[in-house]
């Protein structure tokens, strides 16, 4: 029977039916990278070296060397990227649960409020007015919070100013609530981390981290695209590069979206 | 009197640009203590240490009391200049492309007679000031200039061989952030550059100076990471082929040694972003420039590398960066072999801790960025190779000529 369901899933995939979106960025020097104090260790922004392209150092093929961090461009964080989840089970990308990187996703668009207020934090009633609308949040599903923070660029997407980075993101509750009440997979923003650019005064600090990765949950952030999605009914595929022990990793991040929604 | 340079008027692609050719190089070891001197703009003579009695040129005995003991010292600089020669037709590449060419005979003070290149406000019968100068070749070469000050001196037409002269030139400086940066296009503007291209690392980052900078007339700002190959030669693909003074100010400071650094990444970092960054720049400005040499009064004339003076010998607090400007230093002195056919000068300016972030808990004296700027300026109006900015890095400069070993030491 799921070979059959394949099949048709297969069909639906070639006939159109079943759309794949991609929802990353193109991995570029340029991309931003978070900002921390100077003194902390950084992550590296992507640095290509060119090994050889059609010439004497190799005449018939083109190919680079890559340098970045693990959480660089469009990523995928793992429960032991926060001292939270540094104890739990199988909670880094090379050991955790392939099961895991392909789940459903509900889609909350908090873009108006995110126009409004670059310091805007998603809270318990904006999660239950969306649920009023659309329903509880099934477990096991990725809560994305669409921000529409995508379509900036450059200085505009950072938006570094007095006081570090003014990003949307999710408050301390929400994010409690989401892991312990909710039982969500993870949690994914349009924005350099899962957290808001002013996480650090939330308490606990970095809230999304905090939570979600001491629950064992994940993050995806730096995702694009995200008012293509269904505010339910997508499913998203983000398979983290195999790193030993890694912490998190670069991620192709894909949606595949029915077509009703 | 010198006449005034004329702003350079645009190139008509008809013309072939003229190849870089160079004056005789073939030197003596020994004369190579004048090549010293001249880096660091140091008028230096031969003078025996048994009889006092200067000699030139170069010798290694005495002519007066045949002492093998002839060290290099610091010779009085005053002359009369008894003869001069315009050389109209010159046998060699270099000097019949620049005829017609003056030289003259210098009666110096402290004795020798020297041939000389004359500054065109010299006359017969007069007195001069001497100098050492690298020439297109890299070469020292004595010149003589008026005692006194005179008008638009500096454009001398001959002087401007021996020099890198901002004025009139275009110029990259590769970091409008730092401190050093800044101060380095606001000195080069005013000593005359005709316009500054300013690299923007990390773009997406604000910072306070960037609109008084972009207000600068004859200023541009580029996004510019050294670390990122492509950044570089992406701007090199636009800039390159008018780029007459490249000024790489990239720096990157933390603290600590070997064993007192958590972890790799600050190594790393350092290394993408001065040493690759080097590499980076060489390998797209580099040729470019070493291509221009000879084109006309805002030829490509030299590239500057603002570094750390414990590139010449480790200092354990800054362990790690002295390291990585050391592997800098290195590929300075290759680049300027590279560069040296083109006539491009490679100079390096070598400072003691620059008073700012990094080095914010250290006691003075510290290096002000606007110091820093000045020797750029002074250097490259000079034709240098090595400028040694401020008290320590002076001071690390003698130290090391004294005793190496004790320095290692002393700073250990």
Redesign the interface.
Request: hydrophobic share 20%; glycine share 12%; net charge negative.
């Given at each position: 029977m799921a070979a059959t369901d394949l099949a048709a899933f297969a069909a639906a995939l070639a006939g159109g039916s079943v759309k794949v979106i991609d929802l990353t960025f193109t991995l570029s020097?340029?991309f931003?990278v978070i900002?921390l104090p100077p003194?902390f260790?950084?992550a590296?922004?992507l640095?290509?070296?060119?090994i050889s392209r059609y010439d004497a150092a190799g005449p018939g093929w083109y190919w680079n060397n890559i340098?970045l961090s693990e959480h660089t461009g469009t990523h995928f964080d793992a429960p032991i990227h926060w001292f939270t989840g540094k104890d739990l089970p199988n909670n880094a990308v090379d050991t955790m649960p392939v099961a895991d990187m392909v789940a459903p996703a509900c889609v909350i668009d908090c873009s108006a409020q995110s126009a409004a207020d670059p310091d805007f934090l998603l809270t318990i009633p904006v999660v239950e007015a969306w649920e009023a609308e659309h329903g509880r949040i099934p477990e096991r599903n990725w809560v994305l919070l669409r921000t529409d923070w995508s379509k900036r660029s450059?200085?505009d997407?950072?938006n570094?100013?007095e006081g570090g980075p003014h990003t949307p993101g999710p408050d301390s509750a929400v994010m409690r609530w989401l892991v312990e009440e909710r039982g969500i997979i993870g949690f994914g923003t349009e924005t350099i981390g899962t957290d808001a650019g002013q996480a650090a005064h939330l308490d606990p600090p970095y809230p999304a981290h905090h939570f979600l990765h001491g629950g064992g949950r994940y993050g995806l952030q730096c995702l694009r695209d995200l008012d293509k999605l269904p505010p339910t009914g997508a499913v998203i595929i983000a398979t983290p590069l195999k790193i030993i022990n890694g912490s998190g990793s670069p991620v192709r991040v894909l949606a595949l979206v029915g077509e009703t929604g | 009197m010198t006449q005034p340079l004329s702003p350079p008027r645009k190139r008509s692609p008809l013309n072939r640009t003229l190849a870089p050719s160079q004056p005789p190089a073939a030197r003596s070891r020994t004369s190579h203590g004048f090549t010293a001197a001249a880096a660091e703009g140091r008028f230096a003579l031969q003078c025996c240490a048994h009889c006092g009695s200067f000699t030139y040129p170069a010798r290694e005995i005495c002519p007066e009391c045949l002492s093998t003991e002839l060290p290099f010292v610091e010779a009085p600089r005053g002359g009369v200049l008894v003869s001069e020669t315009t050389v109209r037709v010159p046998a060699d590449v270099y000097f019949r492309e620049r005829a017609p060419w003056r030289i003259g005979l210098v009666k110096l003070d402290c004795g020798p007679v020297m041939v000389s290149h004359l500054h065109g406000d010299c006359a017969e019968g007069e007195r001069v000031a001497m100098s050492l100068q690298l020439d297109k070749s890299g070469q020292a070469v004595a010149f003589a200039k008026p005692q006194q000050e005179t008008p638009h001196m500096q454009d001398d037409r001959q002087w401007r061989e021996m020099t890198a002269d901002p004025k009139f030139r275009r110029i990259l400086v590769t970091n409008g952030r730092s401190p050093v940066g800044l101060a380095a296009v606001e000195a080069l503007l005013k000593a005359g550059a005709r316009t500054i291209h300013v690299g923007v690392p990390?773009?997406?980052?604000?910072f306070p100076e960037e609109e008084r900078l972009r207000a600068l007339d004859g200023v541009k700002l580029v996004?510019l990471?050294l670390?990122?190959?492509?950044?570089v030669r992406d701007l090199a693909a636009d800039i390159a082929g008018k780029t007459d003074i490249l000024v790489n100010t990239a720096e990157f400071v933390?603290p600590g040694g070997l064993t007192d650094r958590?972890?790799t990444?600050?190594f790393?970092?350092e290394l993408?972003e001065t040493y690759m960054g080097l590499v980076h720049l060489a390998q797209s400005f580099g040729p470019a420039m070493r291509m221009r040499g000879a084109d006309g009064i805002d030829s490509a004339a030299a590239w500057v590398n603002v570094l750390s003076v414990y590139a010449l010998a480790n200092w354990q607090p800054f362990g790690a960066h002295a390291a990585s400007q050391a592997g800098c230093l290195a590929l300075s002195h290759c680049l300027r072999s590279e560069l040296r056919s083109g006539g491009v000068k490679v100079m390096n300016v070598f400072t003691g801790p620059i008073d700012g972030d990094w080095f914010q808990t250290l006691p003075p004296p510290k290096v002000a960025p606007r110091a820093v700027a000045d020797g750029i300026v002074s250097g490259l109006r000079q034709g240098l190779e090595e400028v040694f900015v401020g008290d320590v890095a002076q001071d690390v400069r003698r130290r090391l000529a004294a005793n190496p070993k004790a320095l290692e030491r002393e700073l250990g």
């Open positions: 020097p340029d931003p900002v003194e260790g950084q590296s922004p640095r290509i070296e060119q340098t450059g200085r997407y950072a570094l100013g | 990390e773009n997406w980052k604000p996004p990471d670390g990122d190959e492509r950044s933390r958590q972890g990444s600050f790393q970092m993408a």
